[in-house]
C-alpha cells in the first residue's frame, strides 16, 4: 500500500524552528522529485519547495527563501523541510506529495500523484 506520512509540526513561537519529515512507504521515492505544499485556513493549498530525485535541484516559494531548507535522505526513503525563522504567516497544514510532475522555479505550478494526511505548523506567541 502506498503511503506518505508527514511528522514534525507542532506549535512553535516566531523566530523558531522546525523540521518536517516525510517517509514513504510501499512507494520509493529515490527516484522522484517530492515537493512540499501548504494550506492556510481559508486559502488554497500552494506549493512551497520541491527536490529532484538527486537532490541538486532545490527549489522554493518567495515566501520561504532563506528559511526553508528541502532536502532528501535516499537511503531512509526520506524527504525533510527545514524551517526556520518561522512566521504567523507559515501557520498551516503541510503536505508532502510525490511524484511531483516539474520541479522548477514555478514551485506553484506544480502538480502530484500521491499525498500525505498532512501535518500540521502553528506558528504563535
Given amino acids: 500500500q502506498l503511503q506518505l506520512v508527514e511528522s514534525g509540526g507542532g506549535l512553535v513561537q516566531p523566530g523558531g524552528s522546525l523540521r518536517l519529515s516525510c517517509a514513504a512507504s510501499g512507494f520509493t521515492l529515490n527516484n522522484n522529485a517530492v515537493g512540499w ?19 541538486v535541484i532545490r527549489n522554493y516559494d518567495d515566501s520561504v527563501k532563506g528559511r526553508f531548507t528541502i532536502s532528501r535522505d535516499n537511503a531512509k526513503n526520506t524527504v525533510y523541510l ?44
Wanted: glycine share 8%; charged share 20%.
Fill in 82 to 125: 527545514q524551517m526556520n525563522s518561522l512566521k504567523p504567516e507559515d501557520t498551516a497544514i503541510y503536505y508532502c506529495a510525490a511524484p511531483v510532475d516539474r520541479c522548477t522555479i514555478y514551485v506553484w505550478a506544480m502538480k502530484a500523484d500521491y499525498w500525505g494526511q498532512g501535518t500540521q505548523v502553528t506558528v504563535s506567541s
Fill in 37 to 55: 505544499f501548504r494550506q492556510a485556513p481559508g486559502k488554497e493549498r500552494e506549493g512551497v519547495s520541491c527536490i529532484s530525485s538527486s537532490g
